[in-house]
Antibody
Framework: EVQLVESGGGLVQPGRSLKLSCAASGFTFSDYYMAWVRQAPTKGLEWVASISYDGGSTYYRDSVKGRFTISRDNAKSSLYLQMDSLRSEDTATYYC???????WGQGTLVTVSS | DIVMTQAPLSVSVTPGESASISCRSSKSLLHSNGITYVYWYLQKPGKSPQLLIYRMSNLASGVPDRFSGSGSETDFTLKISRVEAEDVGIYYCGQLLENPYTFGAGTKLELK
């Protein structure tokens, strides 16, 4: 059974950093591109970043370029999102997903507020 | 960026009746490989999104065949036949043709 378990969310002040993790199981992690998608409270879905099989290629939405870094550890079947210089507009539930967004974790809530 | 426009924003359906949701993209989602990269997702209340339809018309694993997807290069439709109580939630179309991947604003389906 596929499982994606996100962690690392919480309340953080504007300008500070946070690192999200996603532990994957039930599939061959290194065979898939992985992605982070977020959802602000009561809002729709917004793709944040994607990473290739070996981490050699990464892609970001413009609003997070230079502030967020997506990475992966295939040996640990884990996906990460380092978020720096956080802004109030980054407040959202962050989902780990893959396979054309066929599989989603339960999400982890990030709240950026003073 | 490719803009995905959904209609209606909300729909109220009598159980057992059918429902259709439309989605229009600002650019053709037909790739040169012949695949149309539009996807449909359902987010039930308090849950993570789930994939319903991939590549315009393919039913995802475990999804009832009451759901179907169709369309052209820029206009797409999700049809739900014989709506059931478990179909309540917000439906999103999304394009995975090119970065940034984008989604429609969502269509809320409620029961009458």
């Amino acid at each position: 059974e596929v499982q994606l378990v996100e962690s690392g969310g919480g309340l953080v002040q504007p300008g500070r950093s946070l690192k999200l993790s996603c532990a994957a199981s039930g599939f061959t992690f290194s065979d898939y591109y992985m992605a982070w998608v977020r959802q602000a409270p009561t809002k729709g879905l917004e793709w944040v970043a994607s990473i290739s099989y070996d981490g050699g290629s990464t892609y970001y939405r413009d609003s997070v370029k230079g502030r967020f870094t997506i990475s992966r550890d295939n040996a640990k079947s884990s996906l990460y999102l380092q978020m720096d210089s956080l802004r109030s507009e980054d407040t959202a539930t962050y989902y780990c997903t893959y396979g054309g967004f066929a599989y989603w974790g339960q999400g982890t809530l990030v709240t950026v507020s003073s | 960026d490719i803009v995905m426009t959904q209609a209606p924003l909300s729909v109220s359906v009598t159980p057992g009746e059918s429902a259709s949701i439309s989605c229009r993209s600002s650019k053709s989602l037909l790739h040169s490989n012949g695949i149309t990269y539009v996807y449909w997702y359902l987010q039930k209340p308090g849950k993570s999104p789930q994939l319903l339809i991939y590549r315009m018309s393919n039913l995802a694993s475990g999804v009832p065949d009451r759901f179907s997807g169709s369309g052209s290069e820029t206009d797409f439709t999700l049809k739900i036949s014989r709506v059931e109580a478990e179909d309540v939630g917000i439906y999103y179309c999304g394009q995975l043709l090119e970065n940034p991947y984008t989604f429609g604003a969502g269509t809320k389906l409620e029961l009458k």
